[in-house]
């Protein structure tokens, strides 16, 4: 449009330079002004159209921006937030959203923490019985051994029937 606006200022000044009779040497001087204007209006013509295409290419990339967040707005306020919501004060959103959710398994950890103590302190309970009960084990075991050693000292003659009878008693009561 620039463009235009130049010729047609350039065929005005042209045109009443002719109306004045100007010498052939005006002419053609004038001519070469004309010339040197068409030359450097279509070399700003050529920068203004490389111009246009880079803002057409800006153009296209900021759109596939903006549809990649609108794509996320409208996922967020599907899913997450069930209304719409000012994309500008998404940034704060977010944050009282993430404050809720940590409040919210702040209570959950607490639960968890105290299982896993109760837990724990079962499971110690429970090592201690184990430990317990094989003890008694060996002791039983000790105790069985012992009367079959009786046994054999009966069945030799080292010892007669009523110590075998007075030493088994008193291994039976440990059991």
Known sequence: MKT???LVC?????????TR????KDLEQDFATCVTARDSLQKALTGLTA???A??????????VCVAYDTMYSAIRRKVIYHHFDPIKAEALIDSLSTHRESAFANTSKILNDSIVSLNKENTELKTTIEMLKVETADK???VNDLKQLKELLDTGIITQAEFD?????????L
């Not at 009779?21 to 052939?24: D, R």
């Not at 803002?55 to 596939?64: G, Q």
């Not at 007075?166 to 440990?174: G, R, S, V």
């Open 10 to 18: 350039l065929l005005l000044i042209s045109s009443v330079s002719l």
């Open 55 to 64: 803002l057409v290419k800006k153009h296209d990339s900021v759109m596939k």
């Open 51 to 53: 111009d246009n295409e």
């Open 166 to 174: 007075a030493k088994k008693a008193a291994l039976l009561e440990k």
């Open 21 to 24: 009779a100007q010498s052939k």
């Open 4 to 6: 235009n606006v130049i």
């Open 141 to 143: 075991t000790k105790v």
